[in-house]
T-cell receptor, first 112, second 113 residues
Framework: SQQGEEDPQALSIQEGENATMNCSYK?????LQWYRQNSGRGLVHLIL?????REKHSGRLRVTLDTSKKSSSLLITASRAADTASYFC????????????FGKGTRLSVIA | DAGVIQSPRHEVTEMGQEVTLRCKPI?????LFWYRQTMMRGLELLIY????????DSGMPEDRFSAKMPNASFSTLKIQPSEPRDSAVYFC???????????FGQGTRLTVV
């Protein structure tokens, strides 16, 4: 079964607005990662947050992690049309070296 | 490094034919993953290798699917015989360590008619 589930499934915003996507997972983790996928392309790593971290920033990206609620959020500030893509969270279940498990993603559309 | 390289980018084949997808991971990476992506099921892990050894193939849907990694720079995913329900985008990814950042190839879009 999939570990991470993103919410919402789809999001449409105007350029310049902020976009927030959420991810919930089921078991304890070592870290949580966010990836972006442009149409017809492979996934690209955006940011990794460890289980002992609560917040992390990278440029216009802000990720939070709440291990008590088993949830994470990805905030993209001042969105641009180029941010249009699908965004996935990926978790590594804290059971040995089990590889990443991806959710179904949030499809973000940024309208110019 | 050119990144993870997959070939072909697109494959159209008739039902019953054998299909072979290829992947060249990033040099030095010790983990290689094969994923399948469909609208219905999202991104599914099929199999992964560590140092060329298959570790977990529980995601391989049927015996029609097989994967090999004869050396650190090459892996194949084979479907024999192919069926229309195998139509999907197949991704190869590699990483240094199994739970660190994964680098994905561009994918192979497989259509079985």
């Amino acid at each position: 079964s999939q570990q991470g589930e993103e919410d919402p499934q789809a999001l449409s915003i105007q350029e310049g607005e902020n976009a927030t996507m959420n991810c919930s997972y089921k078991t304890s983790i070592n870290n949580l990662q966010w990836y972006r996928q442009n149409s017809g392309r492979g996934l690209v790593h955006l940011i990794l947050i460890r289980s002992n971290e609560r917040e992390k920033h990278s440029g216009r990206l802000r990720v939070t992690l709440d291990t008590s609620k088993k949830s994470s959020s990805l905030l993209i500030t001042a969105s641009r049309a180029a941010d249009t893509a699908s965004y996935f969270c990926a978790t590594d279940p804290n059971s040995g070296n089990t590889p990443l498990v991806f959710g179904k993603g949030t499809r973000l559309s940024v309208i110019a | 490094d050119a990144g993870v390289i997959q070939s072909p980018r697109h494959e159209v084949t008739e039902m019953g034919q054998e299909v072979t997808l290829r992947c060249k991971p990033i040099s030095g990476h010790d983990y290689l993953f094969w994923y399948r992506q469909t609208m219905m099921r999202g991104l599914e892990l099929l199999i992964y290798f560590n140092n060329n050894v298959p570790i977990d193939d529980s995601g391989m849907p049927e015996d029609r699917f097989s994967a090999k990694m004869p050396n650190a720079s090459f892996s194949t995913l084979k479907i024999q015989p192919s069926e229309p329900r195998d139509s999907a985008v197949y991704f190869c990814a590699s990483s240094l360590g199994g739970i660190t950042e994964a680098f994905f190839g561009q994918g192979t879009r497989l259509t079985v008619v």
